[in-house]
Each structure stands twice: as C-alpha cells, then as structure tokens.
C-alpha cells in the first residue's frame, strides 16, 4: 500500500497506525508546518527499515519527529558530517576565515550540534528541547553549569517555559551522566521540529559610498529554529509552572478594602490609642507601634485552595510582628509574612511559623526592595502548601513548599500579629508607631481543568531562532510566536535567553564589593539612552542570582552568574490572528581572554560582522547655516578639499519638520547641487529632550521623570506626525544623512489616549518599535544615521565618541589634549568609525578667542593638529562653522591632510591599539592596525609638549598580523626593516617636534 507520509513519523513499532491516528489533526496545520510529500511504501516500516530512516533522521527509536518540507533541509545538513575535530587554526581576530558554522549530529541520536569552531552549544532534544553544553573553544573552557529553559514567555497572563529539562542535583556544575535522568515539566512547551537554513537579513542594508564593499550582508553562517507546542490545559496544571490565582479556579472572594464587610472580625492592640486598622478614615491603613498587633479575620470557606493578600510595609520596621497571613486551626497556627526589619545581613527577609518552628529567611536571605508593595499567597495544591511571593510588577515565586495539610484551617488573619500569628502584642520595646497598608485580600477554590479561555497546543507556534556567524565566536538569538488561533492574544513578557554560567568568582561575602559578572560579553538591538554598551542594555540585559544554585560559596547565595535577557517592562504586545510578534535579538561573545584590548578587539569584530554600515565614514563638515549662498559655499568648499558629506547642523534655522511643497524643493535643490559637486547632503532633527505639549509628551509614572528632562511621546499623535514628516522629507529631497539629536532613550508613557500605544505596559515597545523601524528604513535607503545613543545593531552609524561639549570652551591646547583622551578611551569597544568627535571652527559654548580656530590661517598650527589628531585614529568630527578654509594656505593644509588621510585610510579605519594615553606629560601614541590591507599598521605619535622628545618606545605588532619582520615608512619618507621580537613587538625610536606628531607605517 502506497500513502503520503504528510507531517509527523513515529519511529517505533506501531508507526502505521499512529501515524493514521494523527495525520487528519495535523494536515490541518498545513500552514504552520509546510508539509513535504514523502511517498514511502508503509508496509516495508518494519524494524529493518527502520535504522535507515533513524539514521537518515537522526533521532532515537522512541523520539517523535515533525518531518516536513523545512525539516528536510535540517536533516540532510545534520547528516554531512560529525563536528570537525579542533585543529591549529589562526587566530580568529587576525584570521576568521576558516571558521565556519555548522549544525552536526552529536554523540547521541538526540543531540544536535551548532559549532563554528570557536563557540559550541548542544542541545538535548529528549524528552524536551534544552541547552546542555555551552563551550568557548578557543580556550577549552564549559561556560555552563546548569540546564534552564531556553526561554520564558508570559502569554494571556500565563507564564511558559520553552523546553528545558528538570531535576539537576547541583547546579554548580553539569555531569553528562545526569542528563539521562533529567525530565522535561509537563507544563512547558514541548519541542516538536527543527529547521536548518543560512540567516537572512533583518533588514536591507544599501552601502554608502566606497565603505566596506567586501562586507557580507546578511553576515555568513547557519541558522536553526527549534519549534515548540503549548502544553495542554491538563499539562499545564500537572507542570510545576507558577499559575495565576484565578487560572482555573473560581474566586470565592476579593476585597480592595474599601469598605469592610460583616464578615470581618478586627483586633486592635490596646497598648496605643490610636492603634486601628482604619487610620484617618482609610481602611486596611494599620497604625500601631511597631511590635504589636493589628488584624482582621474571618472564617474560610473549606473549598479555599489560595489566600491571597498584599501589603505595603510602609513604615513598619519590625521583624516578628510583620504583615502578612495567618491561618488558624483549633490547635494551632501557620504565618507567612513580610520581616521589613533589620534581619540577617542588614536587609529584609519573608518568615514563616510552620506550627512548630520558625524560618525568619524563608526562600533565602536574598534582598528585595521592600518599599514597593509585596502579595503573598498559600496555594494548597494536592501535593504540598506552596508559601509564595511577588512584588507589584514581578512574577510569583514559590519561597517554601509544606507538607500537604491534613486539615483546612478555619479561619485566616491579615494584618500584623505576632510571629506564630496570634494577637499578643510584645511586652516591652513596643517601638515606635508605624504606618502600612493592607491592599487587597482574595480567596480562590479548587483548580479545575477544563478551563473554557486556555489556549489550546495549535494556538501558538512558538520558535527559538538561534544564528552562529562564521569567523566570530557569537550566538545570536530571538523568538518567533506566531498566533494561529482566531482570538487575539498578549505577549505580556518574555525572557529570550537563560544561561546558568560559570561564575565569574566565588566570594563568601560581598560585603559592598561591586558585582563581577561571568567573562561573556551580552547587547541586544533593544539598546538605548546611552553611548556605551553596557549602559545601553542594562534595562533588559541581567546577571542574577540562580535560586537553583544552593552550593555556591557565597553565604547569602547572590552570586550573579544566571544570564536572564528580556526587557524590564512589557512588551504587552497584541498579537492578531495570523500575525507573528517578534522578539528583540540577543548576541552572546564569551570572551577567551581578560585582556582589555584582545576583549575589546573581539566586541568590534562583532560589530563589522553584525552592523558592517558602522564602518561607513565619510567626512563631514557641520554648515551653522541653512541659507542657499552660505550652504553653496560650504559644499563648494567640502568638494574643493576632498570632504565627502555636508550637515546642517543645529541652530542652522534648517528644520526638517517644515514639510511645505517650498521647502521641500528648496531642499531637494541642496541636495541636487551638493551631488553634482560629489558631496551628499545630511541635515538635523531633534527628537527627546523638547516638549511639544497638546498631550503629546510622555505621562511618566509618580516619582519618574524622562530621561532628559522633557520627551513627547513616539506614539502621541505628534509622533505620528513627526515620523511621517521624517518618511516624506528622505522620500522627495535627496538627502543622505540624519542626524538625530536624543532620539528615544528608552522613556515609558502612561497615558491612555495616545493612538498608538494601550497604556504603560506597552510604551517603550511600540515606542522602540517605532523608532527602529525607521531606523532600519533609512538604512535600507542609504542614509547615514548619526545618533548620540547606541543604536548600532538597529541600523545606526555613529554615536558620540565620548566628549564633554563644554570642554570645547577651553583653551586650544588643552582642547587638543581632550580630543585624543576621549578618542583613546572611546576607542577601546568602538571602531574609529563608530563614533565621531568635534572640531569647533567657530566659538563654541563660550571660551572667547582663546578657544576659538577662526580665523582659521591664525591658528593653522592648531587646526592641522585637531585634523591629525581625529583623521589620525580613523575618527570623523564635526567640523563646526561656515567655512573649511579662509586663505590658499589654510586651503592647502586641509586638502594635504585629507588626502593624506585618504591614502592610508584603510589602516586608519581598522583598529586601533592602546599603547599610551594622553597626559599632557609624555609623548601619546596609538597604532591602528588591519591584517588585511597592505600596511598592516600605523603608529601615531603626538608631542604634547614645548620641547622636541627623540625616545624609544615597544610597538606590539601582534594584531598587525606580522610575524617575522616588517618595513617601517616614516613620515620623513625612511624606510628601515624590523625583526619581530618573539613576542610579535619591535622597539622603534621616535622623534618628534614640539607640539607636533609624526606617523610610521608598517607593510
């Protein structure tokens, strides 16, 4: 008998009749899972056959494979050949080449291998889906200790785990050997398929002038998706997921406290006239001394399964006599509650009196901020009594499991008691009064599975994207969830990437010691409101404490090594029918070195391979005005001595808002003319840091302002408008470069009148939805993007190198002296071209005439100086005024420059080592370095003082990609051969003029 073998093989005994079981359910998800007709005759699937389709398939006899039109492409890949075996390569920074990304067949019929050589990961797809193995191979190093999910999605309020295995004994490190024993919880969803491709481009990138043409786009490597299904509702209540009280269960009872029922019986303390649990009118607003007792109670229905309340602490810093929940029996009582006081270590803990003895530190001695309001709630479940906590925004987590109680208590008090939960006040030292608030109070019933509104396994298609790039030991990551059923749905939170990595060090006591997190390098394009990276993703990338982690050395179990990237606030996306929501893309570099440069070296590598237009770097002169003849000028002159780009700049009068038909083509005359001078037009737009008013400026919650003072919001009706104005003015005026002052820098919005986002929740991601969209837009037309905050990986060109513009109002020389500090230390994470910097050729933020460049032929010593000193590390700046020169002379000096510039621009624009940073005290000198073009290296020196100085200095020449010896050019035109010292160094003797440079270039 012939049939279509359609979507699912079974590889065991009875694959005929479940394949026929299963076939009618599963075609009807044709457009999920695109289905390739296999014609197979199933008489012959017999125990013969079978080892050639488990070979072909690489999964064991019992796994169950989703085997269709975009799988196959995965199993022909996975059955190419094992993993290369390592091998004397060169190093992957001077050398990337022979580094390619593969996925391979493991060990085991159910692992699967994503390698380039340099970095491993493995996962386990049996019984689920989950990271096992995570190797930096370039140093040998496991850089995982402990399986986790390979991600977490809140949906509809309910939160996913994505694959992951249970059951790890200790989480300090991982034996393959427990692997085998390890279960997949029932409650998260389940991996079904995979799919193996090259990456595609996340946008289109059109290059700018000459800039890069031999960068790859998409960069080069493989990309997996691993595909997983929602668990059951049956599933998902077995599973050990932390469910919302009211998943499944009816709510018996809930009061916000505003008015206080017959069913309440209240206790108050006599030992103070005002102690209430109604103070000035507020009810649930306890006041009382410290160490006395205040509640309310009432009898509990027997079908109670969760008692739930919340308190803010308010004032309240006592210990034993905390709010929380107590439950009552005839012969007994149990608490859990709220320690605001002074514990162990100084900070606040959660206590529970079990009816026989007390924990003052249940779930750990673990901070949290106390001053926000925290819910509490007793989950009675068939198998234990679940103590757990969230704070106003957070998620539940489970602090104690008890045993199962043989008896449902009676009654529940809330409020403050003593610490086994009775109504006694303490004796003595009843400290001073204090002030807090018992929110809200509910009961829930028995957990039921037939829940009508869960979402059912073909709801949701839910993707893990993993990207290995040849030549670069980095990892990209994202999810997909695609909504397949006919409701809309909310992705509430996600968590895109969990890694448990090996700690960075192990410390008994921190003791104030800031944190040192694992030597792995993590950013995102969810990056913004500042110029470096790590302060660009501190809102969504963290380094936690693991709660599984119980062996680790430190006392108080907070040592941070557990990756956890998601963002810190929504997404609370609304996902329609049919629509797919995207996640933000994750890039993990482990470094294979502490060396600072070798570290920083890496992080650029990964910007040319992941974002190539930062390299694109023309040279821009900043015009102060936008009238035709001072803007003709500006162009003729740019043309004249070899710029490339003209800018009108702020307080120019331009103004990009202005979307009149005149103004328009006035403008696109600009940029017409500036083309046939060979020059590209660019112009300045302000986007945060101004208030438009009309309601259009961001609604910031109590106590929060933005981050610059002022910011409308992008999705206002403003924005709107703003943005389609900025999508008109690229569309008819022909000009090339943005440059966005502010841009959106992460700022929240609560208002719900805005047309373009719900409320709070959703403002940061619609707003960098937004933005990065346009972003990416203008990337795909050519258009530079210069923006002062790290929007790299979304699209952007440059940020700031690094600079205090006020600066730029002192004298000349120490001006100078300024400029190369902040290219020195901006340079070390950015390449040259990644930042730009300022040449003020006009007075700037004061300074008078001792600061100032104009006129330009007075100080042609200077103006040379601040042009070598950026053009000299491969550094753009913004050379600020109406003109680029003022005499032949000073004309002439720009033009040399430029040009000399332009013919080594190619090292110039590679990396630059560190070598000596500027002091004011000594010679400063950097070497920029590129193994791939002719001259391999290129030392600047620069003399900041009033005397010549002829010195030797050590050059490593490592990262040149030299290893014998080289031929060093001066800039007096010697030549002089070097051997290499073993160490790749060489020692070369300087000479330099007073307050003067000099250059050597390597070949």
């Known amino acids: 008998m012939i049939v279509i073998l359609t979507v699912i093989l079974i590889i065991n005994a009875q694959a005929q ?289 969760i008692i739930e309340a919340t308190f803010n602490a308010g004032t309240d810093k006592t210990k034993d006599y905390g709010p929380g929940i107590a439950l009552v029996w005839p012969d007994k009582t149990l608490k859990f509650y709220l320690r605001p006081g002074p514990n162990i270590e100084g900070i606040p803990t959660f206590g529970l009196w079990d009816g026989k003895r007390h924990n003052y530190a249940v779930g750990g001695q673990k901070p949290f901020d106390i001053n926000q309001p925290w819910t509490l709630r007793l989950r009675i479940a068939d198998d234990g009594v679940y103590c757990e906590a969230k704070s106003k925004d957070g998620e539940w987590r489970t602090l104690q499991k008890l045993p199962t109680f043989k008896t449902m208590p009676s009654e529940v008090r809330i409020g403050k008691t003593n610490a086994k939960g009775i109504g006694e006040d303490l004796k003595e030292s009843q400290g001073e009064l204090a002030r807090l608030q018992v929110m809200d109070f509910s009961l829930y019933g028995v957990l039921k599975s037939n829940n009508k509104s869960a979402l059912k396994s073909g709801d949701l298609t839910v993707s893990v994207h993993y990207e290995l790039y040849d030549g670069i030991p980095v990892m990209g990551k994202w999810l997909t969830l695609k909504n397949n059923s006919d409701k809309e749905i909310t992705v509430d939170k996600f968590t895109s990437e969990i890694i448990a990595a090996i700690e960075y060090t192990s410390t008994v006591n921190i003791d104030g010691m800031p944190d040192a997190y694992p030597n792995i390098h993590v950013e995102t394009d969810y990056a913004f409101a500042s110029m470096n990276v790590e302060g660009a993703n501190r809102h969504v990338v ?68 992941l974002a190539p237009w930062t390299t694109e770097n023309p040279l821009m002169m900043h015009a102060r005005f936008s009238d035709w003849d001072r803007v003709k000028l500006a162009i003729d002159q740019a043309s004249e001595v070899g710029f490339e780009m003209v800018i009108l700049t702020f307080g120019s009068s331009f103004n990009m808002e202005d979307d ?137 060109n440059k940020c700031g190198m690094g600079y205090r513009e006020v600066n730029w109002s002192l004298p000349r020389n120490q001006q100078l002296i300024h400029a190369r500090q902040n290219i020195y230390d901006g340079t070390w994470q950015k390449m040259p071209s990644m930042g730009w910097m300022f040449v003020p050729l006009t007075e700037y933020h004061g300074g008078g005439a001792a600061a100032t460049i104009e006129p330009l032929n007075e100080h042609l010593d200077h103006y040379e100086s601040m042009m070598v000193s950026t053009l000299g590390a491969g550094v753009q700046a913004f050379y600020r005024g109406p003109r680029l020169y003022d005499t032949n002379k000073t004309k002439t000096m720009v033009t040399n420059v430029v040009n000399w510039f332009k013919e080594h621009r190619e090292v110039l624009e590679g990396d630059i080592i560190h070598l000596r940073r500027p002091d004011g005290q000594d010679l400063d000198y950097w070497l920029s370095v590129n193994p791939q073009s002719k001259e391999k290296g290129m030392l600047m020196v620069y003399n900041p003082l009033k005397e010549a100085v002829v010195k030797k200095i050590k050059v490593p020449l490592y990262y040149t990609g030299l290893k014998d010896r080289t031929v060093i050019k001066s800039k007096e035109g010697l030549l002089k051969t070097y051997t290499l010292n073993r160490d790749y160094s060489i020692e070369i003797e300087v000479k330099v003029p007073a307050n003067s440079y000099t250059w050597y270039v390597m070949e």
């Not at 699967?112 to 689920?128: A, D, E």
């Not at 986007?687 to 409308?712: E, I, Y």
């Not at 470069?737 to 700022?747: A, V, W």
């Open 660 to 796: 009149s038909p005149e103004y328009l083509v006035k403008m696109k005359k600009y940029a017409d003319y500036a083309k046939s001078k060979g020059i590209e037009i660019g112009g300045y737009s302000l986007l945060a840091s101004r208030k438009v008013g009309g309601g259009n400026d961001v609604v910031m919650p109590p106590g929060r302002r933005p981050n610059f003072g002022n910011s409308p919001c992008l999705e206002s009706s403003w924005g709107q408008d703003y943005f389609r104005k900025l999508y008109n003015f690229y569309k008819q005026t022909g000009f090339k470069l943005l440059e966005h002052d502010g841009s959106y820098p992460g700022d929240i919005c609560a208002s719900t009148e805005h047309p373009g986002h719900n409320g709070l929740e959703d403002s940061r991601w619609k707003q960098y939805e937004k933005i990065s969209k346009f972003y990416q837009w203008c990337r795909e037309q050519g258009i530079v993007l210069n923006i002062p905050d790290y929007y790299y990986l979304a699209g952007g």
């Open 17 to 305: 009749e479940m394949y026929n079981n299963e076939k009618s359910s599963l075609v009807a998800s044709e457009e999920r899972i695109l289905v390739e007709q296999l014609e197979l005759d199933t008489n012959r699937i017999t125990d013969n056959i079978l080892p050639i389709i488990l070979e072909n398939a690489h999964f064991d006899r019992n796994s169950l494979i989703t085997f269709g039109k975009r799988y196959t492409t995965a199993y022909k890949t996975l059955n190419k050949n094992d993993e290369p075996k390592p091998s004397n390569k060169p190093d992957w920074l001077l050398d990337g080449t022979s580094y390619k990304a593969n996925v391979y067949k493991g060990k085991r019929s159910d692992e699967i291998i994503m390698s380039n050589g340099l970095l491993r990961r493995v996962f386990r797809i049996k019984p689920n889906a989950a990271t096992v193995r995570l190797d930096n191979l370039v140093t040998g190093e496991s850089l995982l200790r402990g399986v986790k999910p390979e991600a977490i999605v809140k949906i509809n309020g309910i939160n996913y785990e994505i694959g992951g295995l249970k059951g790890q004994p200790n989480y300090a490190f991982l034996k393959e050997e427990w692997l085998d024993g390890m279960t997949s919880d029932a409650s998260a969803m389940k991996f079904v398929g995979f799919k193996i491709s090259k990456p595609k481009k996340p946008f289109g990138w059109k290059r700018f002038g000459a800039h890069n043409t031999d960068a790859e786009w998409p960069p080069k490597g493989v990309h997996l998706q691993m595909d997983y299904a929602l668990p059951s509702d049956e599933d998902l209540i077995k599973g050990t997921s932390i469910l919302p009280s009211s998943y499944g269960r009816q709510q018996l009872y809930k009061t916000n406290f505003n008015t206080l029922d017959d069913g309440w019986r209240t206790h108050y303390s006599s030992s103070h006239e005002r102690s209430s649990f109604e103070n000035e009118g507020k009810i649930g607003e306890i006041y009382t001394p410290q160490n006395t007792t205040v509640y309310v109670e009432r009898v509990l229905n027997a079908d109670t399964r």
């Open 542 to 609: 963290k380094w936690l404490t693991d709660p599984d982690y119980a062996t680790q050395v430190n006392y108080l179990r907070v040592t941070p090594c557990l990756l956890n990237v998601g963002p810190e606030l929504g997404p609370d996306r609304k996902v329609k029918p049919n629509e797919t929501f995207k996640t933000f893309r994750t890039f993990v570099l482990p470094h294979d070195s502490f060396d600072r440069e070798r570290q920083g070296l890496s992080i650029r590598k990964m910007y040319r391979t």
